[in-house]
Protein backbone atom coordinates (compact mmCIF):
# COMPACT_ATOMS: atom_id res chain seq x y z
CA UNK A 1 0.00 0.00 0.00
CA UNK A 2 2.32 2.69 -1.18
CA UNK A 3 1.63 6.12 0.10
CA UNK A 4 0.33 4.89 3.53
CA UNK A 5 3.76 6.47 5.36
CA UNK A 6 2.83 9.93 3.50
CA UNK A 7 -0.28 9.54 6.32
CA UNK A 8 2.20 8.87 9.08
CA UNK A 9 4.79 12.27 8.22
CA UNK A 10 1.33 14.23 8.51
CA UNK A 11 0.52 12.56 11.84
CA UNK A 12 3.88 12.91 12.87
CA UNK A 13 3.85 17.30 11.72
CA UNK A 14 0.37 17.59 13.54
CA UNK A 15 2.15 17.52 17.17
CA UNK A 16 5.72 17.27 18.38
CA UNK A 17 4.59 15.27 21.38
CA UNK A 18 3.70 12.48 18.95
CA UNK A 19 7.05 10.29 19.27
CA UNK A 20 5.45 6.94 17.23
CA UNK A 21 2.64 6.28 15.17
CA UNK A 22 1.45 3.36 12.79
CA UNK A 23 -1.96 3.11 10.87
CA UNK A 24 -3.40 -0.41 11.23
CA UNK A 25 -6.54 -2.03 9.74
CA UNK A 26 -9.29 -3.16 11.54
CA UNK A 27 -7.89 -6.51 11.77
CA UNK A 28 -4.44 -5.61 13.62
CA UNK A 29 -2.33 -5.72 10.06
CA UNK A 30 0.19 -2.99 9.54
CA UNK A 31 -0.39 -0.76 7.01
CA UNK A 32 2.32 1.88 7.91
CA UNK A 33 3.98 2.78 10.77
CA UNK A 34 7.10 4.93 12.39
CA UNK A 35 10.64 3.62 11.78
CA UNK A 36 14.04 3.91 13.13
CA UNK A 37 14.41 5.82 16.23
CA UNK A 38 10.99 6.33 16.63
CA UNK A 39 9.91 2.74 15.46
CA UNK A 40 6.43 1.97 16.34
CA UNK A 41 7.31 -1.21 18.31
CA UNK A 42 3.76 -2.99 19.07
CA UNK A 43 4.02 -6.80 18.00
CA UNK A 44 1.85 -8.56 15.57
CA UNK A 45 -0.34 -10.06 18.59
CA UNK A 46 -0.52 -6.89 20.13
CA UNK A 47 -2.11 -5.32 17.37
CA UNK A 48 -4.70 -7.79 17.02
CA UNK A 49 -5.59 -7.56 20.28
CA UNK A 50 -6.11 -3.99 20.40
CA UNK A 51 -7.88 -3.94 17.16
CA UNK A 52 -10.43 -6.47 19.09
CA UNK A 53 -11.24 -3.54 21.40
CA UNK A 54 -13.41 -1.61 19.33
CA UNK A 55 -16.11 -4.41 18.94
CA UNK A 56 -16.85 -4.01 22.44
CA UNK A 57 -14.81 -0.12 22.98
CA UNK A 58 -16.98 0.52 26.69
CA UNK A 59 -15.05 -2.26 28.08
CA UNK A 60 -11.96 -0.93 27.43
CA UNK A 61 -11.54 1.28 30.72
CA UNK A 62 -12.07 -1.15 32.93
CA UNK A 63 -9.37 -4.06 31.39
CA UNK A 64 -6.78 -0.90 29.86
CA UNK A 65 -5.01 -1.45 26.76
CA UNK A 66 -1.50 -3.05 25.95
CA UNK A 67 0.56 -1.97 23.38
CA UNK A 68 4.64 -1.74 23.00
CA UNK A 69 5.18 -4.16 25.89
CA UNK A 70 3.48 -1.30 28.21
CA UNK A 71 -0.07 -1.36 29.86
CA UNK A 72 -2.05 1.44 29.98
CA UNK A 73 -4.92 2.52 31.93
CA UNK A 74 -7.86 3.93 29.62
CA UNK A 75 -9.77 6.81 31.16
CA UNK A 76 -11.88 7.52 28.42
CA UNK A 77 -13.22 6.17 25.12
CA UNK A 78 -15.83 7.67 22.59
CA UNK A 79 -17.69 5.73 19.88
CA UNK A 80 -14.50 5.19 17.43
CA UNK A 81 -11.51 6.62 19.98
CA UNK A 82 -9.63 5.15 22.80
CA UNK A 83 -7.33 7.03 25.21
CA UNK A 84 -4.68 5.40 27.34
CA UNK A 85 -2.44 7.06 29.90
CA UNK A 86 0.68 6.19 31.52
CA UNK A 87 2.41 8.81 33.69
CA UNK A 88 3.86 10.99 31.00
CA UNK A 89 3.05 9.00 28.07
CA UNK A 90 -0.03 7.64 26.68
CA UNK A 91 -2.13 7.10 22.88
CA UNK A 92 -4.78 8.04 20.94
CA UNK A 93 -5.90 5.88 18.47
CA UNK A 94 -9.33 6.20 16.29
CA UNK A 95 -11.80 3.79 14.03
CA UNK A 96 -12.79 4.38 10.44
CA UNK A 97 -14.11 1.84 8.52
CA UNK A 98 -11.23 0.00 7.69
CA UNK A 99 -8.27 1.30 9.85
CA UNK A 100 -6.70 2.35 13.20
CA UNK A 101 -4.85 5.46 13.69
CA UNK A 102 -2.56 5.12 16.79
CA UNK A 103 -0.11 7.76 17.78
CA UNK A 104 2.01 7.25 20.79
CA UNK A 105 2.74 10.53 22.65
CA UNK A 106 5.09 11.95 25.69
CA UNK A 107 4.02 15.01 27.50
CA UNK A 108 1.13 16.39 29.60
CA UNK A 109 -2.34 17.16 29.18
CA UNK A 110 -2.07 20.28 26.84
CA UNK A 111 0.11 18.57 24.25
CA UNK A 112 -2.02 15.41 24.32
CA UNK A 113 -5.10 17.74 23.18
CA UNK A 114 -2.89 18.42 20.11
CA UNK A 115 -2.04 14.65 19.56
CA UNK A 116 -5.75 13.59 19.66
CA UNK A 117 -7.13 16.45 17.18
CA UNK A 118 -4.02 15.23 15.19
CA UNK A 119 -5.55 11.19 15.35
CA UNK A 120 -8.79 12.69 14.84
CA UNK A 121 -8.10 14.67 11.82
CA UNK A 122 -6.40 11.90 9.88
CA UNK A 123 -9.12 9.33 10.77
CA UNK A 124 -11.53 11.73 9.66
CA UNK A 125 -9.51 12.51 6.29
CA UNK A 126 -9.35 8.50 5.72
CA UNK A 127 -12.92 8.02 6.53
CA UNK A 128 -13.87 10.44 4.07
CA UNK A 129 -11.70 8.74 1.44
CA UNK A 130 -13.48 5.55 1.43
CA UNK A 131 -11.13 3.84 4.43
Given at each position: MAGWDDYINILLQKSSAIKRAAI???DGSIWARTND????RATDAELKKFAALFANINSVPGTGADLEGVHYI??????????????????????????IVIAMYEGDNAQSAAVRA???YLASYLESAGY
Open positions: IGTGGAFVPRVEEKLIFGKKEQTGFFAAKTNQAGVE
